[in-house]
């Protein structure tokens, strides 16, 4: 599929090739999508992080409202994959706190329990959806691996908690729940742990990679949804994505690909025998024990979810005219969800919550360099400046009655910015200009778009 601005994109292309230091595959710090996730229970619901905040549809994917990172609370720590649970609660770990949403997006907090440390990685249980695993890696304190069964209500710790332990990630195994795998660095070598019942007992193995040159992060990124022997990790080393695979449930690794990117996520199906990665600016197919060949689509911001058989993929409008598709074929065709210029003004939201009150006098500035409709018909009305006082956003969502809408707190308290590694983070610096400038090339768009065919 070819862009509907061209031109403006190719314009942008030719002067980003005039900075140094800056590709235009790197997307110039232009909002993109980041990762998509599904309401337990509910596939009409999707929910997509991005560089600019949140997403978020109520009808599969027809519209799509914005949650601006204001509201959301995580300050320099975006979320890298987020939990949506079937009673509406969304839970995310930000590498600096457990954000949780109580009402499907409008009512942010960062959990008390975990405020003296950092959650890098977060679980959930694949068939109850009220048991989380939760990991920390804060430096100089005691890390290690806590519970919950409540829905992120309250939270335990497993008998894995000491210090010279960071760690960075979590996956539950689908065919066996109790089968935890956990990574990080312990005593300054790379690890992976696992417990074989629930986090009572661990396991650890130390990988020195010695044919590697200096690795660092690594991190479980996938475990086989038939064998629960099998575990898949990545090592970054001198500027290379290294995809390793164990089959011993991660006492040995053997290396799948090489990737020259930065990794943003793996899934694989539902037999455990193809596996697909999305990187910064790519995205990868093929045996989960290797090759793994490059795809003509997405390009750029390529993350991936596997539902069912169904394959949802982020990619970057300004490249090829979506930020989410969807696929049934395995990666190789991709249908369009949508293109960030049809998101429809804020997400709506009770009086009080943070999103109600703080994001409708953001929206225009984000709608003109989206290319969005300022203030499309069945959205918010037109906010007063700034300065004018807080902006009425309109009534509730009445079509999401279950997601509830009791908790209407202020806004959370920002955690302390951080150094946050990975990802699509939006740049600053010399590409701040052509971001402005592609904003002024795309065609304005001031009401409401017909359905993408």
Same mark, same amino acid.
Request: hydrophobic share 35%; with cysteine.
């Given at each position: 599929?070819?862009? %509907? ?6 314009t942008v292309a030719f002067l980003l090739a005039l900075l140094p230091g800056v ?6 710090? +232009? ?6 996730? /599904?309401?337990?229970?509910? $596939?009409? *619901? ?18 799509? !409202? =914005? ?12 979320? @890298? &994959?987020?939990?949506? !649970?079937?009673?509406? *609660?969304?839970?995310? &770990?930000?590498?600096? &706190? ?19 440390? =950092? ?39 497993? $008998?894995?908690? %000491?210090?010279? /332990? ?10 066996? $729940? ?51 022997? #099998? ?61 793994? @060949? ?10 991936? /979810? ?8 982020? #990619?970057?409008? =300004? ?14 065709? =991709?249908?369009?969800?949508?293109? +960030? ?30 290319? &969005? ?7 918010? @009305? ?33 955690? $302390? ?26 065609? %304005? %768009?001031? #009401? ?6």
């Amino acid at each position: 599929m070819k862009s %509907r601005c061209p031109g403006a994109w190719s314009t942008v292309a030719f002067l980003l090739a005039l900075l140094p230091g800056v590709s235009a595959h790197a997307h110039a710090g +232009l909002p993109e999508t980041s990762n998509v996730t /599904l309401r337990r229970g509910h $596939p009409e *619901d999707f929910f997509s992080g991005t560089t600019f905040g949140a997403v978020i549809s109520r009808d599969s994917g027809k519209t799509w !409202r =914005w949650v601006c990172p204001d509201a959301m609370g995580y300050g320099g720590w975006r979320p @890298e &994959a987020y939990v949506w !649970r079937e009673t509406g *609660d969304i839970l995310a &770990a930000t590498g600096s &706190a457990l954000l949780h949403s109580p009402d499907a997006g409008c009512t942010w907090r960062t959990h008390p329990f975990f405020k003296a440390t =950092w959650v890098t990685g977060l679980a959930a249980h694949p068939t109850d959806d009220r048991v989380f695993h939760a990991v920390t890696g804060r430096p100089g304190l005691a890390n290690g691996v806590y519970r919950s069964d409540d829905g992120g209500e309250t939270w335990t710790a497993t $008998p894995l908690l %000491r210090t010279e /332990l960071e760690l960075n990630a979590v996956r539950v195994s689908p065919v066996d $729940p109790r089968r935890l795998y956990v990574s990080g660095v312990s005593d300054n070598a790379l690890v992976v742990l696992r417990s074989d019942d629930a986090g009572d007992t661990w396991q650890e193995f130390p990988h020195a990679l010695p044919e590697l040159l200096r690795p660092y992060a690594l991190t479980v990124v996938a475990v086989d949804p038939v064998d629960v022997d #099998g575990v898949w990790v990545r090592v970054s080393a001198q500027g290379y994505t290294h995809l390793l695979r164990s089959e011993d449930g991660g006492r040995t690794l053997t290396q799948v690909t090489v990737l020259d990117d930065t990794f943003i996520n793996m899934d694989l199906s539902s037999d455990g025998g193809t596996a697909w990665v999305g990187t910064l600016n790519y995205f990868f197919m093929g045996a989960s024990t290797g090759p793994l @060949e490059r795809q003509p689509l997405p390009t750029g911001n390529a993350c991936v /979810l596997r539902d069912g058989e169904t394959l949802y993929g982020c #990619g970057s409008t =300004w490249l090829h005219d979506w930020a989410l598709a969807r696929s049934t074929d395995q990666g190789r065709t =991709w249908e369009h969800i949508f293109a +960030l210029y049809e998101i429809q003004g804020t997400q709506l939201c009770p009086r009080g919550t943070p999103v109600r009150d703080l994001c409708p006098a953001r929206w225009p500035q984000l709608a003109e360099q989206l290319g &969005a409709p300022l203030y499309p018909d069945g959205g918010v @009305e037109e906010p007063p400046r700034p300065d004018a006082g807080t902006p009425d956003a309109g009534g509730p969502d009445t079509g999401t009655p279950d997601a509830g809408t009791s908790d209407a707190g202020g806004a959370p308290g920002e955690p $302390p910015a951080g150094p946050k590694s990975g990802g699509c983070a939006a740049a600053a610096g010399p590409a701040l200009p052509l971001l402005l400038l592609l904003s002024s090339l795309l065609p %304005r %768009r001031r #009401g409401p778009r017909r359905p993408h065919p």
